[in-house]
């Protein structure tokens, strides 16, 4: 795979509300990109989620609104998200959401971060802050483990 195509994989990785830059860092790691490169080209587009996530709720979800099955769909991930930041953010602020950004599992990225940050009313300059902090942890620990973890791989097995 071309280096070009990998870095649109890992740009596509990283901004998946699913996968992240969790997804997209091992992905270019294990690709070829180094990980002093591939750390900053996935938190960076990462990032770009909270501007991306705050621009839609802003504008377009109150036209989808009408639509009742995205209504319904909206309001079960809008819970969701609620219930696992609240006592974060009611603690800690805008920390709290920094935090819950950087912790590196499935659902604690900057989608879920902006989502529940604008659901507890935080403000877009805050919240922009606290994600991009908290990005910036979580690729921090998903490089690291990701180096980590190949270099034990070699260890162990010589052909890698």
């Known amino acids: 795979m071309s280096t070009a195509a990998v870095l649109c994989w890992?740009?596509?990785?990283s901004f998946?509300?699913?996968?992240?830059?969790?997804?997209?860092?091992?992905?270019?790691?294990a690709n070829g990109i180094p990980w002093y490169w591939a750390y900053p080209f996935a938190a960076a587009v990462n990032a770009l989620a909270a501007p991306?996530?705050?621009?839609?709720?802003?504008t377009l979800h109150k036209i989808f609104l009408k639509m009742g099955w995205y209504a319904a769909?909206?309001?079960?991930?809008?819970?969701?998200?609620r219930a696992k930041l609240r006592?974060?953010?009611?603690?800690?602020?805008?920390?709290?959401?920094?935090?819950?950004?950087?912790?590196?599992?499935?659902?604690?990225?900057a989608w879920t971060g902006t989502l529940g940050a604008w659901v507890l009313g935080l403000g877009r300059r805050k919240t922009m802050a606290a994600v991009i902090l908290g990005v910036a942890a979580a690729g921090a620990v998903v490089s690291a483990?990701?180096?980590?973890?190949?270099?034990?791989l070699r260890f162990f097995i010589k052909d890698l």
């Open 145 to 152: 483990v990701t180096v980590l973890g190949i270099g034990a």
């Open 16 to 29: 998946l509300p699913i996968s992240e830059l969790r997804g997209g860092i091992p992905f270019a790691v």
């Open 52 to 58: 991306g996530c705050w621009f839609f709720l802003a």
């Open 73 to 81: 769909l909206f309001e079960k991930f809008i819970e969701r998200a």
């Open 87 to 109: 006592e974060k953010v009611e603690k800690w602020g805008w920390l709290g959401v920094t935090v819950f950004v950087a912790v590196p599992l499935p659902v604690t990225g």
């Open 10 to 13: 890992t740009a596509f990785l």
